[in-house]
């Protein structure tokens, strides 16, 4: 044998194992890959579980929370027209009023916020 032809067999031999060496390589990363889509797609389901029960808390929340809006409303709407609101002394029917809004904010479950704080029952004299 001449060379040429040793040369050109071990060309085709490190050619080979290059592409086996490829190959492997290339088995090796879609496997990976396959397992990261795969734990992505695990933590995407739990993620989304916990999402979906803060959403139905918080709409809760907020349905609560409309609710007792539109109640207080109207008594705000009265106090603030009232031609004696300038007056720095308030009368029990305000302080009630702001009571009444605390305790309010108070009672809406499913939000993470803490108590607002207010005054004892009674109201503030």
Known sequence: MNIKIKLLIAGAALGLLAAIFY??????WY????????????????TEKAIAAGEQKAAT???????????IYRDVVKYVNNPDRTVCQFDND????????LDAANTISG???GAVPGSQPGGNK
């Open 31 to 46: 496997a990976h890959s396959e397992q990261v889509n795969r734990v992505a797609a695990m933590k995407s389901k739990t």
């Open 111 to 113: 939000l993470d916020a």
């Open 94 to 101: 305000a302080v009630q009023l702001r009571q009444r809004a």
């Open 61 to 71: 929340a907020a349905t609560e929370g409309r609710v007792v809006y539109r109640t």
């Open 23 to 28: 190959a492997g390589y290339l088995k090796g």
